[in-house]
């Protein structure tokens, strides 16, 4: 199964919004609601975002917003700041008991 | 608080085995199916393998199927991941995680620092 596809990159100022799509197929993102984000900082494990592609868990600040159409996937990152550096990979269930997982995106706070 | 930690990584001579163990605390480990992903250096993340809730049903990615079992013990909420046949490309820090709810393709909760595992000779 491939990989979903994402930005290699995406950057912005502080305050800005920012957004990173993945795009997959009809067969993962255009066929469950099961899309999930995560977001990993340097050295650190990855941590969740988004589930079940609009999901925030607790915790998780209401500036990032997860939607989707079709077969893609957003994460939107609004009011952005210097924490909010790092990579970002969103993943999608595949069916078959499978998941696959996007090539991920860097974010850069300018 | 919810935690995972994993263990048992190290380094590997191709062609070996290890098991990875990653120990549950804070919530019902037996009420969720878990999983492993990998990371190998400067690259992204992979789904290797995940086990329902009950474990009588266990699901692997393609790369490490037929070499790799997964199994948990929910007495004593841990997780396991038996690798066979190391090979150089298995090379990765290995991430347990929970779903976050109880259907199976929501996602995963990563709450360690994950296990490296390097295979080189």
């Known amino acids: 199964q491939a990989a979903l596809t994402q930005p290699r990159s995406v950057s912005g100022s502080p305050g800005q919004s920012v957004t990173i799509s993945c795009t997959g197929t009809?067969?993962?993102?255009?066929?469950?609601?099961?899309v999930s984000w995560y977001q990993q900082r340097p050295g650190r494990g990855p941590r969740l975002l988004i589930f079940?592609?609009?999901d925030r868990p607790s915790g998780v600040p209401d500036r990032f917003f997860g939607s989707k159409l079709g077969n893609t996937a957003s994460l939107i990152i609004s009011g952005l700041q210097a924490e909010d550096e790092g990579d970002y990979y969103c993943?999608?269930?595949?069916?078959?008991?499978?998941?696959?997982f996007g090539t991920g995106t860097r974010v850069t706070v300018l | 608080e919810e935690q995972l930690s994993e263990s048992g990584g190290g380094l590997i001579q191709p062609g070996g085995s290890l098991r990875l163990s990653c120990a549950a605390s804070?919530?019902?480990?037996?009420?969720?199916?878990m999983t492993w992903v990998r990371q190998a250096p400067g690259k992204g993340l992979e789904w290797v393998s995940s086990?329902?809730?009950?474990?009588?049903?266990?699901f692997y990615g393609d790369s490490v199927k037929g070499r790799f079992t997964i199994s948990r013990d929910n007495s004593n909420n841990m997780l396991y991941l038996l690798m066979n046949s190391l090979r150089a490309d298995d090379t990765a820090l290995y991430y347990c995680?929970?779903?976050?709810?109880?259907?199976?393709?929501?996602?995963?909760?990563?709450w360690g620092q994950g296990s490296l595992v390097t295979v080189s000779s």
């Open positions: 995680g929970r779903t976050p709810t109880g259907h199976y393709g929501s996602g995963f909760y990563f």
């Open positions: 804070g919530f019902s480990f037996r009420d969720y199916a």
């Open positions: 086990i329902s809730a009950s474990a009588d049903s266990r």
């Open positions: 009809s067969s993962d993102v255009g066929r469950y609601n099961y």
């Open positions: 079940d592609a609009t």
């Open positions: 993943c999608s269930y595949g069916g078959n008991y499978n998941f696959v």
